[in-house]
């Protein structure tokens, strides 16, 4: 059972060019979203995150859209550039929704691979 | 300030055999988190210490454990390891746990664990 998907495996853009990177969800329980970025051989890397009370969030190049009625969310990088090259990670979180039994625990998609060409 | 380090890095074992990786949170960070990352699964949570207690935990056998110690440091233990449990483990570290806000969780490099 899915809950976050990530559909697109990978992602190929030019330098300076919009990167976006799509994430669906399932779970309505879901109230905090999470974007991670991963390096081969390193930890995931917090880039920007999105409350449910929000449909967006920036932070320099990057942009999280979030849309609840369709249970999707978005990030924009632009202008890509050649260091943005990486494995992104879409994660959600049920905070206030869950009691708290949500402690540390995150629900991953699959991730995207993006590669950004100068 | 240090990040969340753990060792070892790499190791190899064999199947039957039990494996203990560690992990140090950032400092002043209470809560820690592990992960498992695989090809087929992705990421997975197995479970999240807070206080020498374990709050939450993900759907993994009874082979898989941890514990917390008083400084926060944490360890997990596989035990009777499956040529299935080869992957990347991951711990993550936050102030409480919550996951979001300033409580986003802050990953180490992970222990690549390859079951021969």
């Known amino acids: 059972d899915q809950q976050v998907k990530q559909n697109s495996p990978s992602l190929s853009v030019q330098e300076g060019r919009i990167s976006i990177l799509n994430c669906d969800y399932t779970n309505s329980m879901f109230d905090y979203f999470l974007w991670y970025k991963k390096y081969p051989a390193e930890g995931p890397t917090f880039l920007i995150s999105i409350s449910s009370i929000k449909d967006k969030n920036e932070d320099g190049r990057f942009t999280v859209f979030l849309n609840k009625s369709a249970k999707h969310l978005s990030l924009h990088i632009v202008p890509s550039q050649p260091g943005d090259s990486a494995v992104y990670f879409c994660a959600a979180s049920a905070v206030a929704n869950a009691g708290g039994t949500s402690y540390g625990k995150l629900t991953f998609g699959q991730g995207t691979i993006l590669t950004v060409h100068p | 300030k240090a990040g969340v380090t753990q060792t070892p890095r790499y190791l190899i074992k064999t199947r039957g055999q039990q494996v203990t990786l560690s992990c140090s949170p950032i400092s002043g960070h209470r809560s820690v988190s592990w992960y498992q990352q695989t090809p087929g699964q992705g990421l997975q949570f197995l479970f999240e210490y807070f206080s020498e207690t374990q709050r939450n935990k993900g759907n993994f056998p009874g082979r898989f454990s941890g514990r917390q110690f008083s400084n926060s440091r944490s360890e997990m233990n596989v035990s009777t390891l499956e040529l299935g449990d080869s992957a990347l483990y991951l711990c993550?570290?936050?102030?409480?746990?919550?996951?979001?806000?300033?409580?986003?969780?802050?990953f180490g490099a992970g222990s690549r664990l390859t079951v021969l």
């Open positions: 993550a570290s936050s102030a409480s746990g919550g996951s979001s806000g300033a409580n986003v969780l802050t």
